[in-house]
């Protein structure tokens, strides 16, 4: 029941792009995406829900296949300050009333150099 | 964004002993969770704190081992008894605001069991 995000790790330079991609096998009401820095708490970038159309703010954006059950976090022009770990979070359609659970995927390690 | 409290930052236990983790958030939410989060993995759901009633636990996770209580709408506390070696961890508590399902992480306690 766990997503699977892909890559595991990548590497770039400042000024880069980057793709961070997010599937399940279970039909999902909403994708939510956070970025964790080491010891620190996950921080909310967005969440993008069923019937809902893609997210952005500034140069990071999202898109919600729904028909694939698939998620992709775009990084644009990446800054030294979005290093850290990307997480996938998926609330499952199948879960009835109680939302709000989310299943993690084991995360994207992104790493910015100047 | 709900800002959330959560006591205490880290502690080192016994074996067989107990730990209980306090999160007390400044809002009223309406929904209150629970993640493990071993060193370098994912975050994994461990229940949903209900307000008054017994938490809902995901499946690996049980009442006996991880009680958790949630008296009102912004306070829960998880237990974890009995502690072995293998309970070493990472826990946060996640809140879902009420005008919003966007779920914010508290910054987490490091448990460490000799």
């Known amino acids: 029941q766990q997503p699977v995000q892909s890559p595991q790790a990548v590497i770039l330079r400042e000024g880069e792009d980057a793709v961070i991609n997010c599937s399940s096998s279970?039909?999902?009401?909403?994708v939510h995406w956070y970025r964790q820095k080491h010891g620190e708490a996950p921080v909310f970038l967005m969440i993008?829900?069923?019937?809902?159309e893609q997210k952005g703010h500034d140069k990071i954006s999202a898109s919600f296949n729904e028909k694939k059950q698939q998620s992709s976090l775009y990084l644009t022009a990446s800054q030294l300050s979005y290093s850290g770990t990307y997480f996938c979070g998926t609330e499952r359609e199948d879960r009835g009333s109680t939302l709000g659970r989310l299943y993690f995927g084991r995360g994207t390690q992104l790493t910015v150099w100047p | 964004s709900a800002v959330i409290s959560q006591k205490p930052s880290r502690d080192i236990c016994q074996r067989g002993t107990s730990l209980t983790i306090q999160c007390q958030v400044d809002?009223?939410?309406?929904?209150m969770f629970w993640y493990r989060q071993q060193p370098g993995q994912s975050l994994t759901l461990i229940a949903t704190a209900n307000q008054g009633s017994e938490a809902t636990y995901e499946s690996g996770f049980v009442i006996d081992k991880f009680p958790i209580s949630r008296p009102n709408l912004t306070f829960s506390t998880l237990t974890v008894s009995n502690l072995s070696p293998e309970d070493s961890s990472i826990y946060l508590c996640s809140v879902v605001a009420l005008t919003k399902n966007i779920q914010y992480f508290g910054a987490g306690t490091r448990l460490s069991v000799l």
């Open positions: 809002s009223q939410v309406t929904m």
């Open positions: 993008l829900l069923k019937g809902g």
């Open positions: 279970k039909a999902l009401y909403s």
